[in-house]
Every structure is written in C-alpha cells, then in structure tokens.
C-alpha cells in the first residue's frame, strides 16, 4: 500500500511558476514509478511526467517540456514537479501516482490531487 499527498497547487498568472510536491509513504517497491497526471475539466486525465525510480528514466507530454521539471528527494520520500512558464492550457487538477511497474505502463496507486489555475 501506498499513501501519497499532494501539495503546492493554487492560482498562478500566465508565464508564473509553481511547484507541486507529492510525499509518499508505503512500500518501496510499489514505487518503482511515479508520475504526475493532470485532468481538465471535460478532458481525459494525461501523463504530465513520469520518472523510473531505478532507472532515472524520464518522459514528459510534449506540451510541458521544457517547462516542467520532475524530480525526487529520496531521503523525504518526496516526488517534486516544478512548473515554469505557465500557460492557462496547463489548469487542470494535478495527480501524483505511483506504479509498481519500473516501465511505468500503468499506475496502481493514486493521491486526492491539488488544483492549478493558471489566469491570462
């Protein structure tokens, strides 16, 4: 079982920043993946960034990179997403996950979210 809990959402004007942060209990081995996912309003949840634990291999949706930044703090069990340059494309309510899958194919384990609204 894992717990996970974001933080750091809020309301941001065009072009600012933000850092959400998602800090994870459990098992260690159900996190051989975590992620960030966001979902819009009428639209269907994507994968913003995704990280391999092990593998320190990182994927981003095109529309954020370069912009966005995932990252982990091992030693606090925190998975971090620093979003620069933002655009009001990218409000959306904002999901950590974690998947036991170390190839990130699905995700298992899911936090309650934090919403980012991004005004132009």
């Known amino acids: 079982q894992v717990d996970l809990m974001e933080s750091g959402g809020g309301s941001v004007q065009a072009g600012g920043s933000l850092r959400l942060s998602c800090a994870a209990s459990?098992?260690?081995?159900?996190?051989?993946?975590m992620g960030w996912f966001r979902q819009a309003p009428g639209k269907e949840r994507e994968a913003v960034a995704t990280?391999?634990?092990?593998?320190?291999?990182?994927v981003y949706t095109g529309s954020v990179e370069g912009r966005f930044t995932i990252s982990q703090d091992n030693a606090k069990n925190t998975l971090y997403l620093q979003m620069n340059s933002l655009k009001p494309e990218d409000t959306a309510m904002y999901y950590c996950?974690?998947?036991?899958?170390?190839?990130?194919?699905?995700?298992?384990?899911w936090g309650q979210g934090t919403q980012v609204t991004v005004s132009s």
């Open positions: 996950a974690a998947s036991e899958d170390s190839l990130c194919r699905s995700f298992t384990y």
């Open positions: 990280m391999g634990i092990r593998s320190g291999i990182i």
């Open positions: 459990g098992a260690s081995y159900s996190r051989s993946c």
